[in-house]
């Protein structure tokens, strides 16, 4: 539930017109959207504190995933014989479950009932960060003659703007 209601925009920005219209052709969109917009309402100075507080958070979460995703691609491509890109989708798929739950209770401290279809959104941006992140190995390792590790910590890092960005938005 949003911070107001439509009913309560209409009440508090009557004086203005053209303000008010803008506020709610806003407000519609983002209703349609389902973004949280409460963010936009606080103080200038606290948004920036919250989303560098977030995002500091995201990292370190994001850090645990790293040990679990690499732990996972090695054994599988290095003890295993798994092809390269099953083991890179293996790790990063099992990073990004255990990233959901921790930024679930963690970053974003969301108290959203709907915990599958959550997870559900996590995962698709996930996947689409996957994606970005095969693409970045294949340029550097396959193209380029980077070292696959090398390439893989350099998509690594291609992916967190995305994840957090996209996460934020449309995730919690």
């Known amino acids: 539930m949003g911070l107001f209601t439509k009913g309560k925009l209409e009440i508090v ?6 303000y008010y219209k803008n506020v709610c052709f806003a407000y519609n969109i983002v209703y349609y959207l389902q973004i949280n917009i409460s963010f936009i309402i606080m103080e200038p100075q606290n948004v920036i504190f919250t989303l560098i507080a977030k995002f500091i958070k995201f ?15 090695y054994l599988c491509k290095e003890k295993f014989q798994v092809p390269k890109y099953l083991s890179n989708s293996i790790g990063f798929i099992t990073a990004a479950s255990s990233n959901y739950y921790l930024n679930r209770i963690w970053t974003f401290e969301s108290q959203n009932p709907e915990i599958l279809s959550q997870y559900g959104k996590f995962i698709i941006i996930s996947i689409i960060g996957l994606c970005l992140n ?11 003659g980077y070292n696959f590790y090398a390439a893989k910590l350099i998509a690594i890092g291609c992916t967190l703007l995305w994840n957090f960005s996209a996460n934020y938005i449309f995730t919690f």
Do not use: A, C, M, P
């Open 13 to 18: 920005l009557k004086r203005n017109s053209q």
């Open 134 to 144: 095969n693409l970045i190995i294949y340029i550097l390792n396959d193209r380029k």
């Open 59 to 73: 990292g370190f979460v994001g850090l645990s995933g790293l040990f679990i995703d690499f732990g996972l691609t």
